[in-house]
Nanobody, 123 residues
């Protein structure tokens, strides 16, 4: 069992930066972690994933080069650094954990989810 608690987010101007954090209980280093987002009226969208050791990452085309996923297994925390934010990045952002698959972008394969945090980018 893993409990994920998110922090960060908020309101930022276009072009600005934010960092999201997701602190986990349980055996954090067993899990591959990911970030997703969901805008109103849209499906949940994969953003980035990182393997258990932090040595491999996977990004969606929409955020590659602007967002960076990282993890600190000593702090049981995964991060999403978001730079060059755009109005279309406005959404509720979620972290997620799974340990049965290779790096995956499919939300159905993630077992545990954070509570979500709002990110609003003003243009």
């Amino acid at each position: 069992q893993v409990l994920l608690v998110q922090s960060g987010g908020g309101l930022v101007q276009a072009g600005g930066s934010l960092r999201l954090s997701c602190a986990a209980s349980g055996t954090f280093s067993d899990y591959q972690m990911a970030w997703f987002r969901q805008a109103p009226g849209k499906e949940r969208e994969f953003l980035a994933a990182i393997n258990w050791g932090g040595t491999r990452t996977l990004y969606a085309n929409s955020v590659e080069g602007r967002f960076t996923i990282s993890r600190d297994n000593t702090k049981n925390t995964v991060y999403l650094q978001m730079n060059m934010l755009k109005a279309e990045d406005t959404a509720v952002y979620y972290c997620a954990a799974e340990k049965d698959y290779a790096l995956t972008r499919y939300s159905a394969q993630y077992d545990y989810w954070g509570q979500g945090t709002q990110v609003t980018v003003s243009s």
